[in-house]
T-cell receptor
Framework: AQKVTQAQTEISVVEKEDVTLDCVYETRDTTYYLFWYKQPPSGELVFLIRRNSFDEQNEISGRYSWNFQKSTSSFNFTITASQVVDSAVYFCALSEANFNKFYFGSGTKLNVKP | GAVVSQHPSWVICKSGTSVKIECRSLDFQATTMFWYRQFPKQSLMLMATSNEGSKATYEQGVEKDKFLINHASLTLSTLTVTSAHPEDSSFYIC???????????FGSGTRLTVV
């Protein structure tokens, strides 16, 4: 069965601190996709990244970086030099290769204080 | 890029009435659309999956007669909450995929309040 675990319910940091959001997944599929979404208080889901199971390269996009490790079934997300605007709920998710189903983690609420 | 438009953004309705939420894929043909529900401070829960031209597949525990889903075209799916009650108040969000080029594209969500 597919499952995504975000063990951190809520994290609070002070602006400019680095913060890592953890994501651990379970799947028996060899081909799958992993995602991160940001959900600000307004509610919409903002797409951050999609990674397929065959691409273990880490990715950096500005202050955001992602560490994908199949050996530990983890897809962690790091925000460098956090800003107040980063405050939101962040969801990690897993989908089957044919986009048939999408499994969300429980989300991590990030509070960045000035 | 792929865009999914969801309307209305928010709606307030009286208990016992029905409300319809629309989800449109604007620049791609959505083979499959998904409807999610999110309670405050919780994750998104999949309610149902709909493929164009066929009946929706509901997740366990979701009442088919209460949450009517229609996916009549490749660009439009609707969710109708029938005989709404206060406990139906929630955030509803749709997503669409063509299963080829575009992965999942989410709508902006609808906040439903039943009074």
């Amino acid at each position: 069965a597919q499952k995504v675990t975000q063990a951190q319910t809520e994290i609070s940091v002070v602006e400019k601190e680095d913060v890592t959001l953890d994501c651990v997944y379970e799947t028996r599929d060899t081909t799958y996709y992993l995602f991160w979404y940001k959900q600000p208080p307004s509610g919409e889901l903002v797409f951050l990244i999609r990674r397929n199971s065959f691409d273990e390269q880490n990715e950096i996009s500005g202050r955001y970086s992602w560490n994908f490790q199949k050996s530990t079934s983890s897809f962690n997300f790091t925000i460098t030099a956090s800003q107040v605007v980063d405050s939101a709920v962040y969801f990690c998710a897993l989908s089957e290769a044919n986009f048939n189903k999408f499994y969300f983690g429980s989300g991590t609420k990030l509070n960045v204080k000035p | 890029g792929a865009v999914v438009s969801q309307h209305p953004s928010w709606v307030i309705c009286k208990s016992g009435t029905s409300v319809k939420i629309e989800c449109r894929s604007l620049d791609f043909q959505a083979t499959t659309m998904f409807w999610y529900r999110q309670f405050p401070k919780q994750s998104l829960m999949l309610m149902a999956t709909s493929n164009e031209g066929s009946k929706a597949t509901y997740e366990q525990g979701v009442e088919k007669d209460k949450f009517l889903i229609n996916h009549a075209s490749l660009t439009l799916s609707t969710l109708t909450v029938t005989s709404a009650h206060p406990e139906d108040s929630s955030f509803y969000i749709c997503s669409a995929t063509d299963r080829l080029v575009y992965g999942y594209t989410f709508g902006s969500g609808t906040r439903l309040t039943v009074v």
